[in-house]
T-cell receptor
Framework: DSGVTQTPKHLITATGQRVTLRCSPRSGDLSVYWYQQSLDQGLQFLIQYYNGEERAKGNILERFSAQQFPDLHSELNLSSLELGDSALYFC?????????????FGPGTRLTVT | SQQGEEDPQALSIQEGENATMNCSYKTSINNLQWYRQNSGRGLVHLILIRSNEREKHSGRLRVTLDTSKKSSSLLITASRAADTASYFCATDAKQGEDKIIFGKGTRLHILP
């Protein structure tokens, strides 16, 4: 158990809809990262937040947005969903801010868009 | 450009043998990390090696880094059934975009 929790575990929704994925980092970690894992694209870094502020941005689509709240939990919002958005979405946390160091991954949310 | 390309894509070995996986990348890096993923689950951090380090050990794991060849290798000695998993390398570029890039991974299967 990494100490990172993600909800929900599974999500099935239709194209055009909007969903919110939630992540609680390990106790004491200030950085939260979001990743998308699909068979064709592999594991893609989406975005990093550190202590409530956006720190680094990866391959995140404009239809996706994220935020980190004062209690350090984070949410990833996916809107206007397309079939290609079906994937595993992971959240990870670490203690550091600048740079990418040892990250602790949550169990993931499996999103299926039909 | 794609960083962190693992080789081979898949590897099957007998239990007790050593497993070697390689990772190549394209630009200068700050550090390189290796992660393990059991099917459909979250990644587990194995080891981080900084760009000024050449070799690092952790238990049965040995990682080498050759910055002149822009490559790294992960050696798992005396493999066990529980080592069956996918292994990913991840790099963050020293210059340019501030992001981490994972390779597509090596699927390791340990045969009993």
């Amino acid at each position: 158990d990494s100490g990172v929790t993600q909800t929900p575990k599974h999500l099935i929704t239709a194209t055009g809809q909007r969903v919110t994925l939630r992540c609680s980092p390990r106790s004491g970690d200030l950085s939260v990262y979001w990743y998308q894992q699909s068979l064709d694209q592999g594991l893609q870094f989406l975005i990093q937040y550190y202590n409530g502020e956006e720190r680094a941005k990866g391959n995140i689509l404009e239809r996706f947005s994220a935020q980190q709240f004062p209690d350090l939990h984070s949410e990833l919002n996916l809107s206007s969903l397309e079939l290609g958005d079906s994937a595993l979405y992971f959240c990870a946390s670490s203690g550091g801010g600048q740079g990418f160091f040892e990250q602790y991954f949550g169990p993931g949310t499996r999103l299926t868009v039909t | 450009s794609q960083q962190g390309e693992e080789d081979p894509q898949a590897l099957s070995i007998q239990e007790g043998e050593n497993a070697t996986m390689n990772c190549s990348y394209k630009t200068s890096i700050n550090n390189l990390q290796w992660y393990r993923q059991n099917s459909g689950r979250g990644l587990v951090h194995l080891i981080l090696i900084r760009s000024n380090e050449r070799e690092k050990h952790s238990g049965r794991l040995r990682v080498t880094l050759d910055t002149s060849k822009k490559s790294s290798s992960l050696l798992i000695t005396a493999s066990r059934a529980a080592d069956t998993a996918s292994y990913f390398c991840a790099t963050d570029a020293k210059q340019g975009e501030d992001k981490i890039i994972f390779g597509k991974g090596t699927r390791l299967h340990i045969l009993p």
